[in-house]
């Protein structure tokens, strides 16, 4: 299974509304954990659902996670994954001074035979996403970033930079692009010899996150 993995906070619904709008169904899951306040995940989650005909539903407990969907996570609840297929929500302590915290979400991803990962950055204030995105980069995963210079609030794309483990820093409109590639059966993985041949803006290992 495909797996996608976004976190944002402040900012990140506009941005998130520029990359999804008339977003195709595709044969992945993506999981979105954006720092909401209370009862605010109904609205949210139905906003999001108006923009694209992929499946969007508020992710529960126990909740097994399917293809062509999108997955919201509740405000108050960490949203951990079992497997790469079933959700488990928590109302563990906060984490950053935030639950949900999409670091908690990526750390519970597993290396799967069969499975590919990417986990994505947008606007946010913080470094909640830092920790998730380095732990996802070790075990093979795609790791994109919004470029700072685009982000209404650069601190959380801009820590996940820092970690030095980003594959990609790109625009909402590249990111956009990226998902949508990766949901095709032409996308080549990090560990691919081919992969990060995109020279318009990325990343490696030895520049740190900086843009190039």
Not at 78 to 100: A, C, Q
Not at 122 to 144: C, F, K, N, P
């Amino acid at each position: 299974m495909k797996i996608i993995i976004i976190g944002s906070s402040t900012g990140g619904p506009y941005i998130l509304e520029s990359i999804l709008s008339k977003f195709p169904v595709l044969p992945i899951a993506i999981i979105l954990v954006q720092h909401l306040p209370p009862a605010f995940t109904k609205p949210f989650t139905a906003h999001i659902a108006a923009l694209t005909q992929m499946n969007v539903v508020t992710a529960n407990s126990e909740e097994k996670i399917t293809e062509n969907s999108i997955y919201i996570a509740q405000s108050g609840y960490h949203l951990l994954i079992t497997n790469n297929r079933v959700f488990t929500l928590s109302e563990d302590v906060k984490v950053h001074g935030v639950r949900p915290a999409v670091d908690r979400t990526m750390l519970t991803i597993k290396k799967r035979a069969g499975d590919e990962i990417m986990g994505i950055i947008l606007s946010g204030m913080g470094r909640d996403g830092a920790e998730g995105m380095d732990y996802l980069h070790q075990i093979g995963g795609v790791t994109i970033a919004q470029d700072p210079a685009t982000s209404p609030i650069k601190s959380m794309p801009q820590a996940a930079i820092e970690t030095g483990h980003v594959d990609f820093v790109l625009t909402p409109e590249q990111i956009r692009e990226k998902m949508i590639s990766f949901g095709g059966s032409k996308f080549l993985m990090r560990n691919h010899k081919q992969f990060n041949t995109d020279k318009t803006i990325s990343c490696t290992d030895n520049s740190k996150g900086m843009i190039l």
